[in-house]
């Protein structure tokens, strides 16, 4: 692994269904982030962790949960999927609050 | 509210300067960046800036004005490589970057 990782890199998914978008990173880097962003839109944080143990609401929180178990991993999860919800969604880490953020590749998603 | 302004496309011919001009209202400072997205791939670090002036890094410089909540990427020596979307954000007083919808460069050679 080098950086950060994200799967899958694209899905389909109906609308009602729950589904975990996953995120490592091997940099240790202590902050880690997710967004979102659409068409037209800036980059939108959805939640963010400064440090493992610790999660934090974003701008755009509702019908999405985060954990942080541990410092590589930042799993974002769609509780129950909605067609507003369809995005492409990348995680970021930095080594600090301060710290330019590195991005993963992203994941497309599409639900319907 | 915050706001993060920069044009939403412009075009530039190749070896020509280009200057992506972004201005912001947000709730605190602490930094503006650029990065840089390629269609269909993540954002790429470009420049940082936090205190008033220019930065210069290769082809690519940055300037910040905080006082006017206003900053500029200036590319020089335009490559085709160079088409890209260039995104501003600002990292507010909560840390936390807010970022603008990116301005879609494109290049004629």
């Keep these: 692994i080098a950086g950060i990782t994200q799967a899958p890199t694209s899905q389909i998914l109906a609308a009602g269904r729950r589904m975990t978008l996953r995120c490592t990173q091997d940099m240790r880097h202590n902050a880690m982030y997710w967004y979102r962003q659409d068409l037209g839109l800036g980059l939108r944080l959805i939640h963010y962790s400064n440090t493992a143990g610790t999660t934090g609401k974003g701008e755009v929180p509702d019908g999405y949960s985060v954990s942080r178990a541990n410092t590589d991993d930042f799993p974002l999860t769609l509780a129950s999927a909605v067609p507003s919800q369809t995005s492409v969604y990348f995680c970021a880490s930095s080594s600090g609050v301060e710290g330019e953020q590195f991005f993963g590749p992203g994941t497309r998603l599409t639900v319907l | ?109």
């Design chain 2, 1 to 109: 509210g915050q706001n993060i302004d920069q044009p939403t496309e412009m075009t530039a011919t190749e070896g020509a300067i280009v200057q992506i001009n972004c201005t912001y209202q947000t709730s605190g400072f602490n930094g503006l960046f650029w990065y840089q997205q390629h269609a269909g791939e993540a954002p790429t670090f470009l420049s940082y800036n936090v205190l008033d002036g220019l930065e210069e890094k290769g082809r690519f410089s940055s300037f910040l004005s905080r006082s006017k909540g206003y900053s500029y990427l200036l590319l020089k020596e335009l490559q085709m490589k160079d088409s890209a979307s260039y995104l501003c954000a600002v990292r507010d007083s909560n840390y936390q970057l807010i970022w603008g919808a990116g301005t879609k460069l494109i290049i004629k050679p």
